[in-house]
């Protein structure tokens, strides 16, 4: 079992940045593939990133790549995500999520999940 809980949410202006961390509980952090996700209203929960459980793999959805980071530092039970560049449409609540296997960009794939954290971008 994995607890998750997102944090670092809040109102920024456009081209601001934000950076999100994840808290994960129990002794299996590490066997574990991470990713973010985000759900805007009205609109269906989407990939943002993803990170394999070493750090090695990161994964990016197009409308983020070059403005997000992922990363993870283990030892610390933590995934993050640097977003950078912001825009109004990063307007989401942002949710951090694990899978026991490899990163994947399918939200369905993932046994675990945070409550959220929202992060609002205004113009």
């Known amino acids: 079992q994995v607890q998750l809980v997102e944090s670092g949410g809040g109102l920024v202006q456009a081209g601001g940045s934000l950076r999100l961390s994840c808290a994960a509980s129990?002794?299996?952090?590490?066997?574990?593939?991470m990713g973010w996700f985000r759900q805007a209203p009205g609109k269906e929960r989407e990939f943002v990133a993803a990170?394999?459980?070493?750090?090695?793999?990161?994964y990016y959805a197009d409308s983020v790549k070059g403005r997000f980071t992922i990363s993870r530092d283990n030892a610390k039970n933590t995934v993050y995500l640097q977003m950078n560049s912001l825009k109004p449409e990063d307007t989401a609540v942002y949710y951090c999520?694990?899978?026991?296997?490899?990163?994947?960009?399918?939200?369905?794939?993932?046994?675990?999940w945070g409550q959220g954290t929202q992060v609002t971008v205004s113009s």
């Open positions: 999520a694990a899978r026991g296997r490899n990163p994947s960009t399918v939200s369905a794939s993932y046994d675990y």
């Open positions: 129990g002794r299996t952090f590490t066997t574990y593939a």
């Open positions: 990170i394999s459980w070493n750090g090695d793999s990161t």
